[in-house]
């Protein structure tokens, strides 16, 4: 869904070697706590229930990728200090949300990367 939405970082984190699917696991593991406001992390979970769908936490991950953009252009070891410092990244007050409310990811998309996932594990 990076590749989709970002493909210039997406890019730029693979020739710099950086796996976004591991900080985007982070972030899930976490339900996302420490990436914004609590309030904001009460109504992605809202929006998880109301839409019954997993796309939500994609969309709030490939959200955070490109809200954070600027903060990512350096080299591997700029790009993990930014990702692990989330008190340095300075977002808006509802940023979050609404970059991930206005974040298309589509069946296809997720089905698309899956079959990517799995092309580069047979390798």
Same mark, same amino acid.
Do not use: N
């Given at each position: 869904?990076?590749?989709?939405?970002?493909?210039? %970082?997406?890019?730029? &984190?693979?020739?710099?070697?950086?796996?976004?699917? %591991?900080?985007?696991?982070?972030? +899930?593991?976490?339900? &996302?706590?420490?990436?914004?406001? $609590?309030?904001? /992390?009460?109504? +992605? #979970? $809202? !929006? &998880? /229930?109301?839409?019954?769908?997993?796309?939500?936490?994609?969309?709030?991950?490939?959200? +955070?990728?490109? %809200? !954070?953009?600027?903060? %990512?252009?350096? @080299?591997? @070891?700029? /790009?993990?200090?930014? +990702?692990?410092?989330?008190?340095?990244? @300075?977002?808006?007050?509802?940023?979050? !949300?609404?970059?991930?409310?206005?974040?298309?990811?589509?069946?296809?998309?997720?089905? $698309? #990367?899956? *079959?990517?996932?799995?092309?580069?594990? *047979?390798?």
């Amino acid at each position: 869904a990076l590749a989709a939405h970002q493909p210039q %970082l997406f890019r730029h &984190f693979m020739g710099e070697g950086v796996a976004p699917e %591991l900080f985007y696991c982070r972030w +899930l593991q976490r339900l &996302f706590r420490g990436c914004a406001q $609590d309030s904001e /992390i009460v109504r +992605l #979970m $809202d !929006l &998880f /229930i109301f839409e019954r769908s997993h796309k939500v936490f994609v969309r709030a991950g490939v959200a +955070l990728f490109g %809200l !954070l953009e600027t903060k %990512l252009r350096g @080299d591997v @070891d700029q /790009i993990v200090e930014a +990702l692990f410092h989330a008190e340095r990244w @300075d977002l808006e007050p509802g940023a979050l !949300l609404q970059a991930a409310l206005s974040t298309k990811v589509t069946r296809k998309m997720l089905e $698309d #990367m899956t *079959s990517r996932e799995a092309a580069r594990g *047979s390798e």
